[in-house]
């Protein structure tokens, strides 16, 4: 696999490695320093696992398990904090993350997976989305748009801001994006703490953007913290996965898979979960029956970040029309649970099954991997991005293998 290529003049790199922000102006003893800390922190508020901080190796092919007739293969392996994907040019693969900064453009018009980075030194920029030639990034309260990005990938054009309303806060900042088949670009603002009161009109919601101009139009509320969603394309419904609070114990609440059928659609955070549990702090006397229900309950504490509709070919038909979701793990969970990926089977509008599909990141407590999204390539395979481990995979399937 060829070796990355990091575009960005002047950017700092220790033993060939690019540096993150962080390292970059702290320097390492400083950033050991602060894990060190951030560890002692997590232990001292009662955290029962840190599987998904501590350093590990990370997973091979032949440790992940998949239904019979599908492989698994590294698709690029220096993609650091790899986060949401997004098709670009045949060939082209856009990839953001949080804590590099970074933006990056996998190339494989040549087969040689060369990595590009197009950008750095941004906040949390890790949500992609491509359209008409312009590359779109979620950076917090700004989007910005680099036009034409796929002429150059090593001199990477300068972004214009598309939008800076959205709000600054870091808390379930960071952002999945997608255009919707109105043309819109659909942003979701997470409430910006484990449980409370949203306290701007944009928190706790998934809106939309014309791009061309204007403030973003709210299109469902309740939404604690989705950092994943697809449009189911006969429809063109909203589906989105949304992670559940903290601290009510192991096996409560749920993640949620969810379905918006009209615009302005609560889903009931701060005052309920799941399908009908109340908050204990935050209720405020609400029936959960005002609010509308998950389309699926998904494992407690999972952490379900990116979803796809499978619209490919390559795969047998019963994933054709399921959702694929990027499940990243627990962090507080006292058993570990996530770190796989897993589908729905969609019939009729209904979520009616949920299984793992890949898994295998996950042993026992130690984690070699996160999943944090999932991408449909053209040709019908499936890449999955890994923020621990750096990687891109692929999912291919033949049959009688």
Not at 217 to 236: I, K
Not at 278 to 300: I, K, V, Y
């Amino acid at each position: 696999m060829a070796a990355s290529v990091y575009t960005a003049a002047g950017e700092p790199t220790r033993g060939g490695r690019a540096l993150s922000p962080t390292e970059a102006q702290w320097g390492m003893p400083a950033v050991t320093a602060l894990v060190a800390i951030a560890v002692a922190a997590l232990l001292a508020v009662g955290c029962g696992s840190l599987t998904g901080f501590l350093p590990s190796a990370s997973a091979e092919p032949g440790d992940i398990t998949l239904p019979p007739g599908f492989q698994i293969s590294v698709y690029a392996g220096d993609v650091p904090n790899a986060r949401q994907m997004a098709a670009g040019p045949d060939g082209i693969v856009f990839v953001g993350s949080r804590s590099e900064g970074k933006v990056y453009a996998v190339d494989n018009r040549n087969g040689q997976h060369r990595v590009h980075v197009l950008a750095s030194r941004l906040n949390q920029p890790s949500g992609v989305a491509f359209r008409d030639g312009a590359l779109y990034v979620a950076a917090v309260n700004r989007i910005l748009r680099f036009r034409d990005v796929a002429r150059d990938l090593e001199r990477p054009p300068k972004p214009d801001i598309v939008s800076d309303a959205y709000p600054s806060d870091a808390h379930h900042g960071w952002k999945f994006i997608a255009f919707g088949p109105d043309g819109r670009l659909y942003v979701p603002v997470g409430a910006p703490c484990n449980i409370c009161m949203p306290p701007g009109p944009l928190h706790s919601t998934i809106t939309k953007l014309d791009i061309a101009g204007g403030r973003p139009e709210v299109v469902a509320r309740g939404v604690r913290n989705s950092v994943g969603f697809d449009f189911q394309p006969e429809s063109g419904e909203l589906w989105f996965t949304d992670n559940g609070r903290d601290w009510l114990g192991d096996d409560q609440p749920p993640d949620e898979l969810n379905r918006l059928t009209r615009p302005g659609e609560h889903f009931g955070f701060p005052y309920c979960h799941g399908d009908g549990l109340r908050d204990p702090e935050q209720n405020a006397g609400r029936a959960c029956t005002e609010f509308t229900a998950p389309a699926r309950l998904l494992g407690p504490h999972v952490a379900a970040l990116g979803m796809r509709f499978y619209t490919g070919r390559m795969f047998p038909e019963r994933y054709r029309g399921g959702i694929f979701i990027a499940e990243h793990g627990s962090w507080n969970r006292s058993t570990p649970i996530g770190y796989r990926v897993t589908f729905v089977k969609v019939e009729g509008g209904r979520a009616t099954s949920y299984e793992p599909f890949a898994s295998g990141w996950l042993k026992g407590a130690s984690a070699s991997g996160r999943p944090a999204d999932v991408l449909v390539l053209s040709d019908g395979s499936l890449l999955v991005s890994d923020d621990k481990a750096g990687r891109i995979y692929r999912i291919t399937y033949a049959a009688g293998r």
